[in-house]
């Protein structure tokens, strides 16, 4: 059998199976330190008690003769794409057949290049999410990447790209960098998509954390987005389901691709064609378990979790500045960027950290070479965790 070549193109693990291993490693040698860790953004604060009890109830149902279920619609039940869109784009004309449930955000970016075409120029930030890079590659697409730098120089918004392109990556607020877009700038990758017919694969998993007005919570609450724009959302980082595994995409029917000859076809289509190929769809317990972050009780719930997290942002932020860092992001974001100190290279920074504070964060270059000189932490720790984790930097005399 020939392998699929493009795979010897990739990095040789994945940015946070590098990270694991590198603390496990440390963690061996040094049985007795006690690692925080705030690298990969993974939630920590238990399920709420609404979504539990929903998972309950689900549960026992599939146990009955009326209530058992086999395959449910590979799309996502009508319960809960009717409730995604009454909560998350009222107003916004998205339609429930529009709305595409899956077990993550990061497999359907991921998925997404199966619909794209193999000689289209893909737009990608730098720093990025290393999801989005790798699938393309992965695809055969890496001659196909130009970078949009995301740097402090030009506050973390991207510049539109100064050739054309047929696909942009966009996540706001980012990961990594832990900033926001305001809705004038996200307005100007909008009309640039819609001028050059490209498409906007945006990224907004992390938009239940956005404190600020005009920032928006959604692509489509830009004029002319549902045109132009895919949009990825997650219960992970919102409602903790990071082990439940529940996400979804919107592809609005009006978004369009072209065949060689100039042909319009619809992406709600292909999508739709591709998910009931490749997936049998979500479990109902856990569908079930998403309609319950929408109930009244289930929102408060899940907030709390949220301030929880943008508390300990703020936290790690004050913190951190007090101590004469730079740091970005935690406002809008669970991500804080920090500058690291004295020029230090961003692995260099992340082993002084383990091995002098005993914490961990994610290297900025990990997520592409515009993030070297950073590192990235997250607030998804414990409070105590968070608190102690300044504390040690502070004690380690790092900068
Ligand atoms: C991260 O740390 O960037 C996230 O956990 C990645 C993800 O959600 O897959």
């Known amino acids: 059998m ?4 493009n795979f010897l ?22 049985p007795d330190k006690k690692i925080i860790k705030l690298g990969i953004g993974d939630v920590t604060r238990p399920i709420v008690p609404k979504v539990v009890e929903a ?22 039940y009508d319960f809960l794409r009717n409730t995604i869109v009454k909560n998350d784009y009222k107003d916004l004309n998205i339609e429930p057949d529009e709305i595409f449930v899956s077990d993550g955000a990061k497999c359907d970016c991921g998925n997404i290049v199966d619909i794209i075409g193999n000689d289209n ?13 790798d699938t393309n590659i ?43 877009i305001t809705k004038n700038d996200l307005k100007k990758f909008v009309d640039y998509a819609r001028e050059n017919k490209s498409i906007i694969l945006y990224d907004a998993a992390y ?3 956005i404190t600020e007005e005009n920032i928006p919570h959604s692509i489509y609450e830009i004029e002319g987005a549902k045109d132009v724009a895919i949009e990825f959302k997650s219960f992970s980082k919102t409602a903790g389901f990071t082990g439940l595994r529940c996400a979804y995409v919107v592809v609005p029917k009006n978004v369009f691709g072209y065949t060689k000859e100039g042909e319009k076809i619809s992406l709600n289509k292909l999508w739709n064609r591709r998910t009931t190929t490749k997936f049998n769809g979500v479990s109902y317990i856990i569908q079930r378990a998403a309609e319950a972050v929408y109930s009244e009780e289930g929102k ?20 951190l500045t007090k101590l004469g860092f730079t740091v970005y992001g935690g ?6 960027w920090l500058k690291t100190p004295n020029n230090m290279k961003s692995w260099d920074f992340f082993d002084l950290l383990l091995e002098k504070a005993n914490v961990v964060g994610t290297p900025g270059i990990g997520f592409g070479d515009c993030g070297e000189y950073f590192l990235r932490l997250t607030a998804f720790g414990t409070k105590e965790n968070s608190i102690e984790a300044i504390e040690r930097i502070k004690n380690a005399n790092i900068i």
Not at 9 to 30: G, R, W
Not at 150 to 173: G, M, Q, S
């Open 121 to 133: 120029k893909i737009a990608i930030t730098n720093p990025v999410y290393p999801v989005y890079l």
């Open 207 to 209: 938009e239940a954390y």
């Open 300 to 319: 408060k719930q899940v907030k709390n979790n949220i301030d929880y997290y943008l508390e300990n942002a703020s936290i790690i932020k004050e913190g």
């Open 331 to 336: 406002i809008n974001s669970p991500y804080l």
């Open 55 to 76: 998972i309950k109830k689900a549960s026992d149902e599939m146990g009955t003769e009326e209530g058992f279920r086999g395959y449910g619609p590979e799309q996502g």
């Open 138 to 180: 992965m695809a055969g697409r890496k001659g196909n990447i130009i970078y949009l730098p995301v740097l402090e120089e030009n506050n973390f918004v991207p510049e539109l790209p100064k050739e054309k392109v047929d696909i942009i990556y966009l996540c706001f607020p980012n990961n990594p960098t832990g900033t926001g």
């Open 9 to 30: 193109e990739l990095e040789d693990n994945y940015l946070f199976s590098t990270i694991a291993k590198k603390v496990a490693n440390y963690q061996k040698n040094n």
């Open 2 to 5: 020939r392998i699929n070549d």
